[in-house]
């Protein structure tokens, strides 16, 4: 154990020591004299040889011994430059590791998504996404949008994956797609087949989704009085869409979602396409949580596909 003059010693030598010194007696070294080390580097002599002297100074012992015998080390040079030669290996390995860490991300990713999400887009990117990182595990979790936005501020989740009403000033939002909804009815319900007016369609009872029903859509069948019967309530979209097509009432349900049923002829939508039923879906991280690599890795995998998609389909 060092005693604490040695201790003191030691603490002085090292807030003393300048990085520069040591990298210019590394490179002293390496070049095996002074005048060599000025000829492939980009200072004079003069300023390398007052370098060393600065570093013998705080050192407190002769380097090397120089003139026209040639350049040796001293002993006490031999020890420093062997610490010297460490430092550079292991600053070396750290540029190493930091680049290999950028193509080999391992860990988790955390994501929130609302439920029943359908789309080719999201599709593309967790397969681009697992494809370059492999060894992150994809953590999935289903919650109603407007649960997302709370848990994504309090850094429970990485990446959200949502619509939203107004955008919170810390997280990014990266627009993924818009999602249409309609009406639909099931093939026993007596408008299957036709396309009634608003005024008809609000006399009906309603499934509802609660919170799961994105606020533009609440505000459409507000204002439209759909609703005012509710015959059943569920906040699982498969649950609806199942109440749906055993005709228990008429339900709003994703478009994208519902696709597969409306060809099969299970269901059918009581109206025609309306902005007034749609709502923009984000891809959403907070920009203001500590640098993590995977979510790093994702955001920009998305922000990536999502501007080439952009381009192919001529969006601004």
């Known amino acids: 154990m060092p005693n604490d003059d040695l201790k003191r010693r030691m603490q002085q030598f090292s807030q ?69 030669k460490k430092i550079y290996e292991g600053i070396e390995q750290t540029q190493y590791e930091i680049d290999n860490s950028r193509y ?16 080719e887009i999201i599709d593309t990117i967790f397969l681009s996404f697992n494809t370059e990182c492999p060894d992150v595990l994809i953590s999935i979790d289903v919650l109603p949008w407007s649960e997302i936005t709370t848990r994504m501020v309090n850094n429970d989740y990485d990446i959200g994956i949502s619509p939203m009403l107004y955008k919170h000033v810390d997280l990014r939002y990266d627009f993924l797609m ?14 299957f087949g036709n396309l009634p007016d608003l005024v008809a ?32 309530r569920t906040p699982n979209l498969e649950e609806a869409r199942r109440l749906t097509v055993a005709g228990v009432g008429v339900c709003i349900l994703p478009e994208q979602f519902v696709a597969a049923d409306v060809d099969r ?42 501007n080439n998609y952009a381009k192919k389909n001529n969006f601004n």
């Open 201 to 232: 369609v609000s006399d009906e009872a309603f499934i509802l989704t609660g919170s799961d029903e994105p606020d533009t859509l609440t505000s459409f069948r507000l204002r439209h009085r759909f609703g005012q019967k509710v015959t059943a």
């Open 265 to 306: 002829g299970s269901l059918w939508p009581l109206l025609g396409r309306t902005e007034d039923l749609s709502c923009d879906v984000y891809v959403i991280s907070n920009t203001r949580s500590q640098k993590k690599a995977a979510r790093d890795a994702f955001v920009g995998k998305s922000i990536a596909i999502l």
């Open 16 to 84: 003393r020591l300048d990085w520069n010194l040591l990298k210019t007696f590394h490179d002293i070294v390496e070049a095996n004299g002074i005048t060599a080390a000025a000829n492939v580097g980009w200072h004079k002599q003069s300023t390398i040889s007052l370098a060393l002297k600065r570093l013998e100074a705080i050192v407190g012992s002769r380097l090397c011994q120089r003139g026209r015998v040639g350049f040796e080390l001293t002993d006490e040079g031999r020890v420093l430059y062997d610490y010297v």
């Open 104 to 119: 080999n991300i391992s860990g988790k990713l955390d994501v929130a998504i609302i439920s029943n999400f359908s789309s």
């Open 178 to 191: 818009r999602e249409y909804h309609n009406i639909y009815c099931g093939r026993q319900h007596r408008l």
